[in-house]
């Protein structure tokens, strides 16, 4: 034991949800220690290894694993790290460095829309979440002054202050859909944590159309954003410390986590209290691996509950070619969506959707269908143009239900470290499927609408995964049936707080980040309540950073 | 001779003896001279490098090719295949002797099951993706420079280079 670390709160991971409880921490005045498995990543290196990339559609090849803290990899082939017990696939994706996984993602900062939280009472289906939607309106406010939101309003999702900033301008597509999509359906711009106009000391977009894999302007939050305001408050960060065990003294507190460095060294962390923010997968491994004598399931594990409800947002598609030059690609990936899907009486008969636009370039992937067809000569530039000026996607993102059989437990299968791997157990249930079913009357529409050709459905029965891992280590007021408190404390232990997307009960039809720092800002604030006004006094600080 | 030197003889595909010189014209027959006409004169610092360029033009139907890029294509397609050479040599007489049309030419090579049938993609791969070998052995070759997006620069940057200013996305495409 080469040395011993010692603060007032230790989170163990540094995604965008810890390292914002973190900063909320430190700036309180507690001494805070962030502890990340993965090494600190250089965004300039980032985007270098993108453009340098052989398979530029595969979003995690600028993202290699590194030895002591791989992360899944399935191109050009499956790494092994996330083991697959079936029945369907559950391909997910994340990243171990500083900084987490959001240095890749689309900026999707959406709410939930307030039925979400009471889907049980509502729509006899799934769990009530064990606060309202109006609690949670402050710390979403707080979350979106922080990350630097733009939205529209007419999104489903009240608010009682404005966003922080205008919706991001619509690029020429985005208007062509929703112009001539009206009045079947509202396209609208999306609400995203990418910057309209300067803010927080980071520039506008300019339209890179890279969001993922990396933004390589800082116009976009990331959670490396969120690492360097956690450390300007004081947070200190250890990268490379892989914690394969958290301790328990004889009352059942926690006492210390003990990490690995890269040559296997361990290492004893204490503290006071802990926040366990290592995502939806890496969190319950960690909790099951520590289990003990006193624990022999696990920590935070009395109601079975760990790893288990995960739940993510499957997505089928249809892609056509438009009738008119819509050339995807300019500007932000991921600008409008369809909203009016996302709530409804059906619930209690099949999931509500988001219906979700591209605006990725089409161009790698129309290439790579030229080449596939065998066209050659001068035939392939006018079909590669024509191709990229009209081919349109749209697909839909399905709540999936928290079933306690979809669920992360431990492999079998060591790590280069020793440490058992995950292995995800996983199914896609009728509920979910029947949306699917009904959202294809959607797409045909749209398509219509759009005076679409070549209209191509994904295949059958085949879902893509959006990487949004939500349930693992739910919140909820009974002991028995979840992992958290309303507040993300461990009904186990006294000292141990959650801060992750895998509190959340259920997925609903948004893309989870938001909700996930704003349940670990209420968290923080539990923590360390702050004065009264302590939600305005964050506002004020952001709006002169974004002045400046 | 150092790499710099290499480098600009590459780039203006200068033979290090010129007495080895070859134009492109040697190698087409009055088919595919028809297809490539600016090729005839287009000079190539060996046979194997010639036919290269000639069958790549006929590929990607183009009546110029960079030659800084041709040069780069053509040495990571031969690392990544030390038969590549051949193969092209042969693909090229091929399409002399037969005067096939680029429209037809892969539904002839797999209608008969020809050996060269992973060819052409492998060559226009590497052109329009810049991207030479496959699976764990592919590599980036070209980026910015990879013919989608030179066919498309005028409307489109390239993922990770700015649009232009903010907003600029808003108009009319073309």
Redesign the interface.
């Known amino acids: 034991m080469s040395e011993q670390l010692s603060a007032d709160i230790v989170v163990i991971g540094s995604g965008i949800v810890g390292s914002l409880a973190a900063r909320r921490l430190a700036l309180q005045g507690a001494s805070v220690l962030i502890l990340e498995a993965g090494p600190r990543l250089d965004r300039g290196r980032v985007v270098a290894a993108f453009r340098n990339s052989p398979i530029k559609g595969n979003w995690m090849s600028p993202y290699p694993p590194s030895p002591w803290a791989p992360h899944p990899i399935y191109v050009p082939k499956d790494n092994g790290y996330l083991k697959q017990a079936g029945p369907y696939p559950y391909p997910a994706e994340y990243i171990r460095a500083v900084g987490g996984t959001t240095w890749h993602w689309a900026a999707m900062a959406w709410r939930l829309v307030p039925n979400d939280v009471r889907i049980k009472s509502l729509y006899g289906v799934g769990v009530d979440w064990p606060m309202s939607y109006e609690e949670l309106d402050p710390w979403y406010q707080e979350a979106e002054e922080l990350i630097g939101v733009a939205g529209a309003p007419d999104t489903g999702s009240p608010r009682n202050q404005p966003f922080p900033m205008e919706p991001v301008a619509e690029p020429w597509s985005m208007r062509r859909f929703r112009e001539r999509l009206a009045p079947a359906y509202a396209v609208v711009a999306n609400t995203v944590a990418r910057n309209s106009r300067s803010y927080g000391g980071r520039p506008a977009c300019v339209g890179n159309n890279s969001c993922q894999p990396i933004c390589p302007v800082n116009a976009q939050y990331l959670g490396i954003n969120a690492v360097e305001a956690a450390e300007v408050a004081g947070a200190k960060v250890v990268p490379n410390a892989v914690v394969y065990r958290i301790e328990h003294d004889a009352k059942g507190r926690i006492a210390a986590v003990h990490y690995y460095d890269p040559d296997k060294g361990t290492h004893r962390v204490t503290g006071k209290t802990f926040i366990l923010a290592a995502n939806g997968i890496e969190s319950p491994k960690l909790l099951l691996l520590s289990a003990s004598d006193k624990y022999p399931n696990g920590l935070a594990n009395s109601s079975d509950m760990v790893g288990r409800h995960l739940m993510d947002h499957p997505s089928t598609s249809i892609t056509f070619y438009a009738d008119e030059e819509l050339w995807l690609g300019r500007g932000p990936q991921s600008p409008s969506s369809i909203n009016t899907l996302r709530d409804g009486a059906f619930r209690s008969e099949h999931a509500p959707y988001r219906l979700d636009f591209t605006n990725i370039s089409q161009v790698l992937s129309v290439t790579q269908d030229l080449i596939k067809e065998g066209v050659y000569g001068t035939e392939f530039d006018k079909q590669l143009r024509w191709r990229a000026a009209h081919q349109v996607s749209v697909k839909n993102v399905l709540e999936v239900l928290p079933d306690p059989d979809n669920r992360i437990t431990l492999s079998s299968e060591k790590d280069a470290m020793g440490i058992p791997k995950p292995e995800a157990h996983y199914s896609i249930g009728d509920y979910t499927r029947r949306a699917a079913e009904v959202s294809k009357a959607d797409f045909a529409r749209i398509a219509e609408l759009m005076g679409g050709t070549g209209l191509r459905y994904s295949a059958e029965g085949n879902f893509a995964n959006n990487q949004h891992i939500t349930g693992t280590m739910s919140m909820g007021n009974d002991p028995k049936s979840s992992v958290v408190d309303g507040f993300g404390r461990t009904h186990d232990h006294e000292n141990l707080f959650i801060c992750s997307t895998g509190v959340m009960p259920t997925a609903a039809t948004m893309n989870s980040t938001l909700t996930g720092i704003a349940l670990a800002l209420r968290t923080a604030g539990h923590i360390l309540p702050k004065p009264a006004n302590a939600h305005a006094a964050v506002s004020n600080a952001e709006r002169e950073a974004s002045l400046s | 001779m150092t790499n710099e030197l290499e480098d600009v003889m590459a780039s203006h595909d200068v033979p290090a003896d010129p007495s080895r010189r070859r134009l492109l014209a040697g190698l087409l027959t009055a088919y595919t001279a028809s297809?490539i006409p600016w090729a005839l004169a287009q000079p190539a610092p060996h046979a194997d490098r010639g036919a290269f360029t000639a069958l790549s033009a006929?590929?990607?139907?183009r009546q110029a090719l960079d030659a800084t890029q041709t040069a780069r294509l053509y040495d990571a397609l031969v690392a990544d295949d030390a038969h590549f050479p051949a193969d092209v040599q042969t693909l090229l007489t091929l399409i002399n002797q037969r005067q096939i049309?680029?429209?037809q030419?892969?539904?002839v090579l797999?209608t008969e099951h020809s050996p060269l049938a992973k060819l052409?993609?492998k060559i226009?791969?590497a052109w329009?993706?810049g991207?030479v070998?496959s699976?764990?052995a592919?590599?980036?070759i070209v980026?910015?420079t990879a013919?989608?997006?030179v066919?498309?620069a005028d409307?489109?940057?390239?993922?990770?280079?700015?649009?232009?200013?903010?907003?600029?996305?808003?108009?009319?495409?073309?």
């Open positions: 297809l006929i590929l990607v139907g049309d680029p429209q030419l892969q539904n797999d052409p993609r226009v791969g329009y993706l991207v070998g699976d764990e592919a590599r980036c980026y910015e013919l989608n997006a066919v498309v409307v489109l940057k390239p993922p990770t280079y700015a649009y232009g200013t903010y907003a600029s996305w808003a108009n009319k495409p073309i």
